[in-house]
């Protein structure tokens, strides 16, 4: 496989992201309930600079500060430039929202498998009685 596609689908990656993902929401949650809920200040939920401006680049500009800051984080070996490593943060970012709902979906996946599963079994020992 080549070197970008295993750095992309690796371990460090892909938690990354899902932290990413999780600072920006909480982040977001935030700052959606003190400012702009808040009657004082003019910039809205609604407001085209807090959707198309800002919920769109945060996650690319949070990926590059953890990144520029977490300088014992292990990336992955093929990332040893500060460059690679600070592009491999902004991806990181760009892509946390679609990293986050694919584990999600494949979290609910298993669960309906494992709880499908566990009724066939329990059928099955209600009829053995």
Not at 3 to 8: D, M, Q, S, T, W
Not at 54 to 65: A, F, K, Q, T
Not at 104 to 113: A, D, H, P
């Amino acid at each position: 496989m080549l070197p970008v596609l295993e750095a992309i689908f690796s371990l460090e990656f892909l938690l990354f992201s899902l932290g990413i993902s999780a600072v920006v929401a909480i982040l977001r949650r935030l700052i959606e309930f003190f400012i702009l809920d808040n009657p004082k200040f003019k910039l809205t939920r609604t407001s085209v600079f807090w959707r198309e401006v800002v919920l769109p680049s945060s996650p690319v500009i949070i990926g590059l500060i953890v990144t520029f800051f977490a300088t014992d984080y292990p990336y992955p070996e093929t990332l040893v430039s500060k460059s690679s490593q600070l592009m491999f943060g902004a991806v990181s970012g760009l892509t946390s929202g679609l990293v986050y709902r694919f584990l999600k979906s494949k979290f609910k996946k298993q669960i309906r498998q494992f709880n499908s599963d566990s009724d066939k079994s329990e059928k099955c020992d209600d009829n053995d009685n």
